[in-house]
């Protein structure tokens, strides 16, 4: 599969006291990007609720250059790993060809109930497990 790419423009609320973007910005650049490759496989956020829920399970973040006010920053993701229970996505952030921000980015299925791991349902895994690579 291809990359998803999402664009977003850096606004005022996004920067910290130095008028650079504020680190953890960018996990919810990413957060919006994933749920946007999700909402074209066809599992947007209603989809999502219910008894079974998407939760981030580990993040690891390499900060290469800072993205500030107003830039057109562009958040890519892709499909790493698909397991039954969890998957990991490798996302990056870009400012034109300009690598600012990589990361790898693993989501595990959770039961609401419980709060407990749980498998992934087998339509939705299916779907994850083509779009690897």
Same mark, same amino acid.
């Given at each position: 599969?291809?990359?998803?790419?999402? *664009?977003?423009?850096?606004?005022?609320?996004?920067? +910290?006291?130095?008028?650079?973007?504020? $680190?953890?910005? $960018?996990? @919810? $650049?990413?957060?919006?990007? /994933?749920?946007?490759?999700?909402?074209?496989?066809?599992?947007? !956020? *209603?989809?999502?609720?219910?008894?079974?829920?998407?939760?981030?399970?580990?993040? +690891?973040?390499?900060?290469?250059? *800072?993205?500030?006010?107003?830039?057109?920053? /562009?958040?890519?993701? @892709?499909?790493? !790993?698909?397991? /039954?229970?969890?998957?990991?996505?490798?996302?990056?952030?870009?400012?034109? +060809?300009?690598?600012?921000?990589?990361?790898?980015? !693993?989501?595990?299925?959770?039961?609401?109930?419980? !709060?407990?791991?749980?498998?992934? *349902?087998?339509?939705? $895994?299916?779907?994850? @497990?083509?779009?690897?690579?």
């Amino acid at each position: 599969m291809t990359d998803f790419s999402l *664009p977003i423009r850096v606004y005022v609320e996004d920067t +910290d006291a130095g008028g650079i973007v504020f $680190y953890a910005n $960018y996990l @919810k $650049y990413m957060e919006r990007a /994933r749920t946007e490759l999700m909402r074209t496989l066809g599992y947007d !956020k *209603p989809a999502l609720f219910g008894d079974l829920q998407l939760v981030v399970r580990s993040v +690891d973040l390499l900060y290469h250059l *800072p993205a500030v006010l107003d830039d057109e920053i /562009r958040v890519t993701a @892709k499909f790493d !790993k698909v397991s /039954r229970v969890t998957f990991v996505m490798s996302q990056q952030v870009f400012r034109g +060809d300009e690598l600012l921000v990589e990361g790898s980015i !693993k989501v595990a299925c959770i039961d609401v109930a419980s !709060k407990r791991p749980c498998g992934i *349902p087998k339509p939705m $895994y299916e779907t994850l @497990k083509s779009h690897v690579g």
